[in-house]
């Protein structure tokens, strides 16, 4: 997939606008953010205190480690891959920082060893999958029981998060003007999504990885560095994965192995819900964040409801999922 | 000799009987059963019967995995099969009696039926890939059951219902037994008769076999319907066993059980080819190892660490790159491996 920014000659404004069409790419992002204008409409008509933009902003507190883990699962889905294993690698992360912690650690070397180990999960699968040639979804999978079973290996129980650095960092507050505030992991997810919209969009490294989704044979034959990219993304996903996992441990100040079962399937719906093509080639980060805001305000909208049980969240995001995945089918297809 | 590690089976069977051997050297009683009030007591028994429900999600995983696609909604299915059946019978007038244990099976098999339509319909009509049309119903499947559950631990106290996963006939465990059915069943239809082949066939290339004058859609279809079934009546084994249905642990990672079940038995993720008996030894490996970790004295949660080693160890062996470096050290004479 390339973009083709055809400058042609330069017409009028008034001309530009009336021949205004969105460009294909963005369509699917549009929509998912007209869901979420939509259902923050309904929520703002329906609850009072819906439509503060703290309540937006919360979206954001609740859901940064959840953000910087669609960032990487993006990179993955993008070249046409999948992982399984984000959920876990958040598991163990928690619990490498609640260890090691435990154990006296500066928080620097906690957050370092907490890093590395992610980012080298992350390029093992990725070899795994290129060299190896073995299926994503296997490779993955493999992945996310190799890590909930170095949790359990390191402690069954849940272990507390007592260092004076991670509470302080958990327990901070970023003013904004207007008197409303976010956390420091917000700012932490804003700057990893910045980082990865660069490198996706702006980079060599970003163009190639559309060109594996497209056609891995193609970019082979393009002489594009396909084994490069194809570890590169694995690697960007365990990162992002110990990352989120320390924002995770932050935010729960806890280590624990039963942290965030099933996280994946909310990264991957959250990729899905913003528009990218589990095909690979095609999709924005940006729909991602939105994806990421979507799911979040489902769970605002039933915590604000308070009659609906929680289920519903799982009910509504499985629903979501199907009517983008739907949505995506006849769109290709009509391509095709 | 030589012929025999050629055949598939050789090294999942003589895995399983490596890892049968370590129980028996750390435990000596490991292979001893022992007729008790007309029952089979023993390791072996309790691997048998815990592995059913494994076992008959990994049969319906098999021939879906030989269309080429997966299904991952298994769990969730199960879940639901459970809850349906005990919100019934508990909300039923007479919840100790037979016959209201016969009507909430059918309705929680036909339920799950329905759902495995559901799975088939995306797949085959739709041409949704399979990972993201079942992943649909693994998201919102949990949800489903807690909402059948009102999110309760619904318990039942019924003598046959628990025959189901907890009962023994003949001295066997119901639960193996249904499970052999099941896999005696599905062998013989997909052996004796073509099917076996045009599952086989649409797993290499649904358009040549649709050309071909196969049914592809009918046939993907039809085993994520089979699928789903198998995963309902793992999902009655296992609300029986406890007698209560838990929507958010039952049948949990049953899926990956599974799926890691067909991979030891040497069906191929790439479909196209599958091995019933493969998947048998895979579910009862699995099963084996599942016990053996808390006899020799590892917490019984590390298992996850010896299936991803396993997932691993497989997945590298069945790999090109990994096969050609073999091919070339030992230039024999190319025998090719038929399909068991």
Same mark, same amino acid.
């Given at each position: 997939?390339?973009?083709?920014?055809?400058?042609?000659?330069?017409?009028?404004?008034?001309?530009?606008?009336?021949?205004?069409?969105?460009?294909?790419?963005?369509?699917?992002?549009?929509?998912?953010?007209a869901?979420?204008?939509?259902?923050?409409?309904?929520?703002?008509?329906? =609850?009072?205190?819906?439509?503060?933009?703290?309540?937006?902003?919360?979206?954001?507190?609740?859901?940064?480690?959840?953000l910087?883990?669609?960032?990487?699962?993006?990179?993955?889905?993008?070249?046409?891959g999948?992982?399984?294993s984000?959920?876990?690698?958040?598991?163990?992360s928690?619990?490498?920082?609640?260890?090691?912690?435990?154990?006296?650690?500066?928080?620097?070397a906690?957050?370092?060893?907490?890093?590395?180990?992610?980012?080298?999960?992350?390029?093992?699968?990725?070899?795994?999958?290129?060299?190896?040639?073995?299926?994503?979804?296997?490779?993955?999978?493999?992945?996310?029981?190799?890590?909930r079973?170095?949790?359990?290996?390191?402690?069954?129980?849940?272990i507390?998060?007592?260092?004076?650095?991670?509470t302080?960092?958990?327990?901070?507050?970023v003013?904004?003007?207007?008197?409303?505030?976010?956390?420091p992991?917000?700012?932490?997810?804003?700057v990893?999504?910045?980082?990865?919209?660069?490198?996706?969009?702006?980079?060599?490294?970003?163009r190639?990885?559309?060109?594996?989704?497209?056609?891995?044979?193609?970019?082979?034959?393009?002489g594009?560095?396909?084994?490069?990219?194809?570890?590169?993304?694995?690697?960007?996903?365990?990162?992002?994965?110990?990352l989120?996992?320390?924002?995770?441990?932050? =935010?729960?100040?806890?280590?624990y192995?039963?942290?965030?079962?099933g996280?994946?399937l909310?990264?991957?719906a959250?990729?899905?819900?913003?528009?990218?093509?589990?095909?690979?080639g095609?999709?924005?980060?940006?729909g991602?964040?939105?994806?990421?805001?979507?799911?979040?305000?489902i769970?605002?909208?039933?915590?604000?409801?308070?009659?609906?049980?929680?289920?519903?969240?799982?009910i509504?995001?499985?629903?979501?999922?199907?009517?983008?995945?739907?949505?995506?089918?006849?769109?290709?297809r009509?391509?095709? | 000799?030589r012929?025999? +590690?050629?055949?598939?089976?050789?090294?999942?069977?003589?895995?399983?009987l490596?890892?049968?051997?370590?129980?028996?050297?750390?435990t000596?009683?490991?292979?001893?059963v022992?007729?008790?009030?007309?029952?089979?007591y023993?390791?072996l028994?309790?691997?048998?019967r815990?592995?059913?429900?494994?076992?008959?999600?990994?049969?319906?995983m098999?021939?879906? !995995?030989a269309?080429?696609g997966?299904?991952?909604?298994?769990?969730?299915?199960?879940?639901?099969?459970?809850?349906?059946?005990?919100?019934? !019978?508990?909300g039923?007038?007479?919840p100790?009696?037979?016959?209201t244990?016969?009507?909430?099976?059918a309705?929680?098999?036909g339920?799950?039926?329905?759902?495995?339509l559901?799975?088939?319909?995306?797949?085959?009509?739709?041409g !949704?890939q399979?990972?993201?049309?079942t992943?649909v119903?693994?998201?919102?499947? &949990?949800?489903?059951?807690?909402?059948?559950?009102?999110?309760?631990?619904?318990?039942?106290? /019924?003598?046959?219902?628990?025959?189901l996963?907890?009962g023994? +006939?003949?001295t066997?465990?119901?639960?193996i037994l249904?499970?052999?059915a099941?896999?005696?069943?599905?062998?013989?239809?997909? &052996?004796?008769?073509?099917?076996?082949?045009?599952i086989?066939s649409?797993?290499? /290339?649904?358009?040549? #076999?649709?050309?071909?004058?196969?049914?592809?859609r009918?046939?993907?279809?039809?085993?994520?319907?089979?699928?789903?079934?198998?995963?309902g009546?793992?999902?009655?084994m296992?609300?029986?066993n406890? #007698?209560?249905?838990?929507?958010?642990?039952?049948?949990?990672?049953?899926e990956?059980?599974a799926?890691?079940?067909?991979?030891?038995?040497?069906?191929s993720?790439?479909?196209?080819?599958?091995?019933l008996?493969?998947?048998?030894v895979?579910?009862?490996?699995?099963?084996?190892?599942?016990?053996?970790?808390?006899?020799?004295?590892?917490?019984?949660?590390?298992?996850?660490?010896?299936?991803?080693?396993?997932?691993?160890?497989?997945?590298?062996?069945?790999?090109? &790159?990994? &096969?050609?470096?073999?091919?070339?050290r030992?230039?024999? #004479?190319?025998?090719?491996?038929?399909?068991?």
């Amino acid at each position: 997939m390339t973009t083709s920014t055809s400058v042609t000659v330069s017409p009028t404004f008034l001309d530009r606008v009336r021949g205004y069409s969105p460009p294909r790419r963005y369509l699917p992002v549009a929509a998912t953010v007209a869901l979420l204008i939509g259902m923050f409409g309904a929520g703002s008509l329906r =609850y009072q205190g819906f439509a503060d933009p703290q309540v937006v902003l919360n979206l954001f507190v609740d859901n940064a480690f959840l953000l910087v883990l669609g960032v990487g699962m993006t990179f993955v889905i993008l070249t046409g891959g999948i992982d399984l294993s984000v959920g876990s690698v958040v598991a163990l992360s928690t619990m490498i920082a609640a260890s090691t912690l435990q154990a006296g650690w500066p928080a620097i070397a906690t957050i370092i060893a907490v890093l590395v180990s992610g980012t080298l999960l992350g390029t093992l699968m990725g070899l795994v999958i290129h060299y190896f040639e073995v299926q994503p979804f296997i490779a993955s999978l493999a992945v996310m029981f190799l890590a909930r079973g170095l949790c359990y290996l390191i402690s069954v129980e849940s272990i507390p998060i007592r260092e004076a650095g991670f509470t302080a960092f958990a327990q901070g507050s970023v003013p904004l003007p207007g008197g409303y505030h976010v956390t420091p992991s917000v700012v932490v997810a804003v700057v990893v999504f910045a980082i990865g919209a660069w490198v996706l969009h702006m980079t060599r490294f970003g163009r190639t990885v559309y060109a594996v989704g497209g056609s891995e044979s193609s970019a082979h034959l393009m002489g594009l560095r396909v084994a490069l990219v194809k570890v590169g993304v694995y690697t960007i996903s365990g990162l992002c994965s110990a990352l989120a996992g320390l924002l995770f441990a932050a =935010y729960t100040l806890s280590g624990y192995s039963l942290h965030a079962v099933g996280m994946e399937l909310d990264a991957i719906a959250a990729v899905v819900i913003g528009g990218t093509l589990l095909t690979g080639g095609r999709g924005l980060l940006l729909g991602t964040m939105f994806g990421v805001l979507l799911l979040g305000t489902i769970q605002t909208f039933i915590s604000f409801d308070g009659t609906l049980s929680s289920w519903w969240t799982k009910i509504s995001i499985g629903t979501l999922l199907l009517i983008f995945v739907v949505i995506q089918r006849l769109l290709t297809r009509r391509q095709n | 000799m030589r012929e025999l +590690v050629r055949r598939p089976l050789f090294w999942s069977t003589l895995a399983l009987l490596l890892l049968i051997a370590l129980n028996t050297a750390v435990t000596p009683s490991f292979l001893s059963v022992r007729l008790q009030d007309g029952h089979l007591y023993g390791s072996l028994i309790d691997i048998l019967r815990n592995g059913a429900p494994v076992l008959l999600v990994a049969l319906g995983m098999t021939l879906v !995995i030989a269309t080429r696609g997966i299904d991952l909604s298994v769990g969730a299915v199960a879940a639901i099969a459970g809850a349906v059946a005990c919100v019934y !019978i508990a909300g039923s007038d007479r919840p100790a009696a037979t016959s209201t244990v016969v009507s909430a099976v059918a309705l929680a098999v036909g339920v799950c039926i329905l759902l495995g339509l559901w799975n088939g319909f995306l797949v085959s009509v739709f041409g !949704i890939q399979p990972i993201i049309a079942t992943l649909v119903l693994m998201t919102a499947g &949990r949800g489903l059951a807690m909402l059948i559950t009102d999110g309760q631990i619904t318990t039942v106290v /019924n003598p046959a219902f628990k025959v189901l996963g907890a009962g023994f +006939v003949a001295t066997l465990p119901v639960a193996i037994l249904i499970a052999l059915a099941v896999f005696a069943v599905t062998a013989v239809l997909a &052996r004796r008769t073509a099917l076996g082949m045009l599952i086989e066939s649409v797993g290499i /290339n649904p358009e040549a #076999s649709r050309l071909a004058g196969v049914r592809a859609r009918t046939i993907t279809w039809t085993v994520y319907v089979f699928c789903a079934f198998c995963a309902g009546v793992a999902g009655l084994m296992i609300a029986s066993n406890t #007698s209560a249905a838990d929507a958010n642990n039952a049948g949990l990672w049953i899926e990956l059980d599974a799926i890691l079940a067909v991979v030891i038995g040497g069906t191929s993720l790439a479909g196209g080819k599958f091995s019933l008996l493969g998947t048998l030894v895979g579910a009862m490996f699995i099963q084996t190892l599942a016990t053996t970790i808390p006899t020799i004295g590892i917490p019984a949660e590390a298992n996850y660490l010896f299936k991803a080693v396993v997932v691993i160890a497989v997945c590298l062996l069945q790999s090109p &790159r990994v &096969r050609a470096a073999f091919r070339s050290r030992r230039p024999v #004479s190319t025998v090719k491996a038929g399909a068991a």
